[in-house]
């Protein structure tokens, strides 16, 4: 406890607590030295959420730089499906990794997360040229998992990406669907 009163507050104030535990440190003083345990211990949690505090502030700050909203892009379902996936080249979820970056400091890291997310949504609406058309088939969003619809509902969306990450689709079958639902979000065919 000691080494993290020093490396948060300083030495000067480790030995000075240290410096007060052991001279109070009497059977009659067990009340005293419980009231500067919570006093450190409150220190410590105060000090964590203000690092932290100031971590999310500064990311909010960069990704607003990049023209990206924290708020909305952190709460986008999409966004934590997507980080649930693995990081290409590795056997951990990219949410590991954001995890890891913010945790660390490594607020720039954590935001290119938040970068390559609305990178891959952007050429999600923008790979296939055909994406801008409407999908005349006339399938509903009911029906086998390789129809298309043209009307998508919150429960289609839901059961696309619930089986995505079982591993129902390959790649480019997920692609498929994918751009079938952006085309559905572009022409307002997206019902509740």
Same mark, same amino acid.
């Given at each position: 406890?000691?080494?993290?009163?020093?490396?948060?507050?300083?030495?000067?104030?480790?030995?000075?607590?240290?410096?007060?535990?052991?001279?109070?440190?009497?059977?009659?003083?067990?009340?005293?030295?419980?009231?500067?345990?919570?006093?450190?211990?409150?220190?410590? +949690?105060?000090?964590?959420?203000?690092?932290?505090?100031? +971590?999310?502030?500064?990311?909010?700050?960069?990704?607003?730089?990049?023209?990206?909203?924290?708020?909305?892009?952190?709460?986008?379902?999409?966004?934590?499906?997507?980080?649930?996936?693995?990081?290409?080249?590795?056997?951990?979820?990219?949410?590991?990794?954001?995890?890891?970056?913010?945790?660390?400091?490594?607020?720039?890291?954590?935001?290119?997360?938040?970068?390559?997310?609305?990178?891959?949504? +952007?050429?999600?609406?923008?790979?296939?040229?055909?994406?801008?058309?409407?999908?005349?088939?006339?399938?509903?969003?009911?029906?086998?998992?390789?129809?298309?619809?043209?009307?998508?509902?919150?429960?289609?969306?839901?059961?696309?990406?619930?089986?995505?990450?079982?591993?129902?689709?390959?790649?480019?079958?997920?692609?498929?669907?994918?751009?079938?639902?952006? +085309?559905?979000?572009?022409?307002?065919?997206?019902?509740?």
């Amino acid at each position: 406890m000691s080494d993290y009163i020093a490396s948060e507050y300083g030495d000067d104030l480790a030995n000075a607590i240290l410096g007060m535990i052991k001279k109070n440190a009497t059977p009659s003083s067990g009340e005293e030295v419980g009231q500067l345990r919570q006093q450190v211990e409150d220190m410590q +949690r105060s000090s964590s959420q203000a690092s932290r505090d100031m +971590r999310i502030t500064s990311l909010t700050q960069m990704l607003k730089a990049r023209s990206i909203d924290f708020q909305k892009t952190d709460g986008d379902p999409l966004f934590h499906d997507w980080l649930a996936q693995n990081h290409p080249g590795t056997g951990n979820s990219r949410q590991d990794f954001l995890a890891q970056h913010f945790n660390n400091g490594n607020v720039e890291a954590a935001a290119q997360f938040y970068s390559d997310f609305k990178a891959q949504e +952007r050429s999600s609406y923008t790979e296939n040229p055909l994406a801008k058309h409407v999908d005349v088939s006339g399938q509903t969003g009911s029906g086998d998992n390789d129809a298309q619809p043209d009307v998508w509902t919150g429960d289609d969306v839901t059961k696309l990406y619930s089986d995505q990450r079982k591993g129902k689709f390959t790649r480019e079958e997920f692609e498929k669907k994918e751009q079938s639902l952006n +085309r559905a979000m572009q022409n307002g065919d997206l019902k509740p």
